[in-house]
């Protein structure tokens, strides 16, 4: 069975660090991309930061450019997403996702599985 389960949500200050997991199950990290997303209340979900696990490329919004990075943890079968300086507006619900199309953008639509999310509070 196909499944992403994330964990590592919580408050944190401005400034801080949070670390985030994806933990997947029913299949092998060297060929799907595996996403991150969020979304604010009121707005769309969007891409945070999206990996190919098969070449280890990697695409990330603008808005975490030098702030956030994934780690592929293949013995774990975990997708990580660091997140350093946070700032109060990437508060958000943050999903990870898995897509097996070739070279998907980094959008909502091409993911197909779905964890259940984790909270992220940035505030002081």
């Known amino acids: 069975q196909v499944q992403l389960v994330e964990s590592g949500g919580g408050l944190v200050q401005p400034g801080g660090s949070l670390r985030l997991s994806c933990k997947v199950s029913?299949?092998?990290?060297?060929?799907?991309?595996v996403g991150w997303f969020r979304r604010v209340p009121g707005r769309e979900r969007e891409g945070v930061l999206c990996?190919?696990?098969?070449?280890?490329?990697?695409w990330n919004h603008i808005s975490v450019k030098d702030r956030f990075y994934v780690i592929v943890d293949r013995a774990e079968n975990t997708v990580h997403l660091q997140m350093n300086n946070l700032k109060w507006e990437d508060t958000a619900d943050y999903y990870c996702?898995?897509?097996?199309?070739?070279?998907?953008?980094?959008?909502?639509?091409?993911?197909?599985?779905w964890g259940q999310g984790t909270r992220v509070i940035v505030s002081s």
């Open positions: 990996i190919n696990t098969g070449d280890n490329s990697a």
């Open positions: 996702a898995a897509s097996w199309r070739e070279h998907p953008p980094c959008a909502p639509d091409p993911y197909s599985v």
């Open positions: 029913g299949f092998p990290l060297n060929y799907p991309h």
